[in-house]
């Protein structure tokens, strides 16, 4: 059973920058591609940064550019994103999501399995 559990959220002042977390379970067959997404209050749903099983990144947003950073354990099946001078626009819902194949998708709904999120809050 695929399970994709995330961590790290929480309250951090504009600025500031936090460590998301998503450990990835139950894939059997091969490594998934793994991503961030994220939902801010009465908006849409939209991608923040995916990473395919070579390691290469696909970047949804040109907002986050240069401040959040997507990267693997392969070892240990966990995918984090470093999210670095934050602003209140990035407060949100963080959902962890991934899909079999070699390649990441061109938007959220090519993900397969979701986590159930974390809430990060930017506020002073």
């Known amino acids: 059973q695929v399970q994709l559990v995330e961590s790290g959220g929480g309250l951090v002042q504009p600025g500031g920058s936090l460590r998301l977390s998503c450990a990835a379970s139950?894939?059997?067959?091969?490594?998934?591609?793994i991503g961030w997404f994220r939902q801010a209050p009465g908006k849409e749903r939209e991608g923040v940064q995916c990473?395919?099983?070579?390691?290469?990144?696909?970047y949804y947003t040109d907002s986050t550019k240069g401040r959040f950073t997507i990267s693997r354990d392969g070892a240990k099946n966990t995918v984090y994103l470093q999210v670095d001078s934050v602003n209140p626009e990035d407060t949100a819902v963080y959902y962890c999501?991934?899909?079999?194949?070699?390649?990441?998708?061109?938007?959220?709904?090519?993900?397969?399995?979701w986590g159930k999120g974390t809430l990060v809050t930017v506020s002073s």
């Open positions: 990473i395919s099983p070579s390691g290469r990144v696909t």
């Open positions: 999501a991934a899909r079999y194949g070699i390649r990441c998708p061109d938007t959220w709904h090519g993900m397969d399995y």
């Open positions: 139950g894939f059997t067959s091969a490594y998934p591609a």
